[in-house]
């Protein structure tokens, strides 16, 4: 491995405290771009000293082996757009941007159409990745959430969309990688094919890790053909009562009816919800992809017509219609029928329902309930997400204050417990989160610690942005 | 037995229940293989516990003496994954086989790990429901050891592998520890990277899978092309046109010939190459792919199509596929199954090398693969009895895998490396990138005790984690940084 090799001096003279030129030259040296850090380059507050775009693997490794040599703690980011999410890292040296990588060959994709395979730099944008495989009427099954999120960004926080309930997660299209460990070790595994078993799966590990492990610099996926045809089934719910009607106050359950919907043979690719607790009116939009969809979208309109309640609060019905989250333009309502099949997704599809981010994960059959717990709490949050996937995002608004979040997470936390849901603090600023712990229990956190203690021994990755302080 | 291995066992049968420590040499033989029949070694102590802590108890006490353990499912492995130690203790989970929970409103079942893959879907399948991956050992293999090889099965083209259907599990870690992994967790994929570590990460005690939902309609569709080429241009210009089928899967004229003469499939005459296809999903959406696969099999050359009326005629179609491994022992004395992966697109290319390989060497290969995905078994025939023939279909087999790592492949889609194809691991991979898989291996099991020998090529010692910061840094106690 590479740490027999150190690219820069480790004794006790030049550890930390070196002057900073020397290991601003070095990295320099490497020949990749490297600068110095303005205050806009702050990963979460905290500042770097050096802000490196590398262009390829093999800058990255070098950028790596210096920064070992010097002891700098090294902050991997992509599009930038969710440096909210985890812990603020606990040291900042070095930023290695990603969005310069390229592969090889000096492209960003190379794409083997035939095998519907793609090899992608970490740092490329995933809607322009989208757009560049569109043209041969491929796709990467999955939703980017974020605007301008890369590739890399996407697999380091585990992020999904809507059709997690058809084609599963990033980790589930992931076929092969490419990282650099904190010592500069360049390590790839699986392939270009889709099915293969040889050796651990790098991919998987690196899934979730928030840059704590290492930097991804590329990915290998698995495509799909862009379906024939996408129908959305959308229809609002009955807003729910104070109590009473039900025991979730729901007069029709949008979790009991997505699990309605996910057992059908319609086979929907994505039943989602947008909600605006404790007191609006549920929004749950299906989408049906693939040949005969329009058949399909007909099918799951009777069966959502068939599981919902009559009458619909004229809210909903412009929630419906205009799919934004605030009143629609000059307050006019528009005659939506009550379940519309459209070729355009709400709006509201895939986005994230806000800046401050909760994730509820929970068995479905306990949708209802923890809908309902969010609603006790009383605060305005809107609930976003997959319904029959059972994995919501819920916003709270950014003037919350810390004390008020910190009671909404944890008594959410303690009723969600009980029905084996778990309630995590996906994005918000270090203030809000501090006081509501972010991750809640993970039973796996002991192998977690084992597994960056074999990685980044000296805590150089993104140290304390993860789960545990990882 | 050793003195250690006797203490050993003495102290193993007062935490497992009475006649679960197996010390009978002739009864110790019966687990000496597994599917890999040629690797061959019998266990030093077999163990049958009967629950997690058990399991615990038993790696708490290999870990006490230093002794390797090896989980063992129904032993069909075919890379001898499950091949014993015999300085060893085999742990069989043949006594866990219960299903502990079926949990339709959230669609999963948990199950113990010899709970056989087939046991799943029959217990659900009233309620119209199965379990995906359909290795077609299925009958017997159990998901432990699913879990441990990331099977696949003929309808993972579609449906994805093990790993696609495991919501969480509950493992004994190679320390001893009762610990469960949860795709739900946040933080590192360790469920993922569980799955397929063939047993060298501890041994998996609970399995939570995921149940999926009996498709409105199934097709199947066989279609007879003169040779190979043909039902290659067929499986591409299928997929090429945006379909996704449950299974394709094609046979060439030996690995037909095979099965008509073990299982008289009645496959048509004259066909170089068979094509089986099965589209499933809602019926409106089946139908129209079901047309366009005939068109497309007609054009590129079909001189027969068959579809299936009904579930009968379903399984006559896959019946001469199911049966191909084991058929090929009527048309040949003894046989290598091999696995290998390669790009959809350079599956022409490879077929035609693998026919050079067996004109050049003078050893017949039939060909069964799972087309859509690149991934080839072919079936390297030869005659033990005759002198050199064993190593010469040997040498057929490696080169095999050689053309699939020169095609960008892998030298396993699905049988695992186990201790057959450790040695090839080098040529698919760096030593940087193995020293960092051994990085995962150190992280869960820094003694080596889970199932040494096997995935990688040469043991590396862990040693201590260097240089692990457990305090503040340095910088932070110098009073240079603040701490965030
Ligand atoms: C006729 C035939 C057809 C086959 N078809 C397919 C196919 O279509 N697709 C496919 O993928 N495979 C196939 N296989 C291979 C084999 O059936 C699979 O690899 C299967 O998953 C092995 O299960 P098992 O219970 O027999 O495991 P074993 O052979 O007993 O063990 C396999 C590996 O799993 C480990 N292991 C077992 N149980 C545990 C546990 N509880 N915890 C940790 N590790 C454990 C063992 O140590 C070993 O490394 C086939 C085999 C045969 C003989």
Known sequence: MAASHPSGPRDASHGPGAPATAAGDALRATGAAVRDADPGDAVAGVAPRWVASPASTEEVAALMRVSAGYDLAVVPVGGGTKQAWGDPPQ??????GTSSLVLGGGSAVEHSCGDLVARVSAGLPFDVLQSALAASGQELALDGPVPGGTVGGMLATAAAGPRRLRYGTARDLLIGITVVLADGTVARSGGKVVKNVAGYDLGKLFTGSYGTLGIITEAVFRLHP?????RWVTTALPAPAAAGESATGFPVGPGALATALAASQAEPSAVELDWLAPSGAPALSVLVEGTAAGDRAETVRGLVGSGRATGVRAEAVRDLAGGGDGPA?????????????????????GAPPGEVLLELRIPPSGVDRALSAVAGRGLPARVRGSLASAVLQIALPGEVGAAAFAAFVSGVRADVAPLGGRLTVLAAPAELARLAGRWGPVAALPLMRRVKERFDPGRRMSPGRMAGGL | MTETLDELARRLAGVLPPGAVITDPVRLRTYECDGLTHHRAVPG???????AEQIAAVVKLCGEYGVPFVARGAGTGL??????????????????RRILQIDLANRRAVVEPGVSNLAITEAVREHGYYYAPDPSSQQVCTIGGNVAENSGGAHCLKYGFTVNHVLALEIVTPDGDIVTLDADDPGYDLLG????????????TKVTVRLSRTPESVTTLLAAFRDIEQGGQAVSAIIGGGIVPAAIEMMDALAIEAAEAAVACAYPEGAGAVLIVELDGPAAEVAHQFAEVERVCRAVGAFELRTAAGPEERAAIWK??????AAVGRISPAYIVQDGVVPRTALPEVLAGIDRLSAEHGIRVANVFHAGDGNLHPLVLFDDAEPGAGERAEAVSGRILDLCIEHGGSITGEHGVGVDKSRYMPKMFTDDDLDTMQLVRCAFDPRGLSNPGKVFPTPRLCGEVPGVRRGVHPLVESGRAEQF
Do not use: H, N
């Open chain 1, 226 to 230: 862009v379906p024939p045809a996408r």
């Open chain 2, 79 to 96: 890379s001898g994954g499950a091949l014993p130690r015999t300085d060893g203790v085999l742990v069989v989970t043949s006594k866990m």
């Open chain 1, 329 to 349: 333009p000059g307050g006019r309502v528009e005659a939506v029928p009550e379940t519309a099949v459209t070729r355009q997704a709400p709006g509201w599809w």
């Open chain 2, 320 to 325: 001469g596929r199911k049966s191909a491994f």
């Open chain 1, 91 to 96: 040291r900042c040296d070095l930023v290695v």
């Open chain 2, 45 to 51: 102590i077999v163990v049958l516990p009967g629950s």
């Open chain 2, 193 to 204: 990277a569980f799955v397929g570590s063939e047993g060298t990460l501890g041994i998996t």
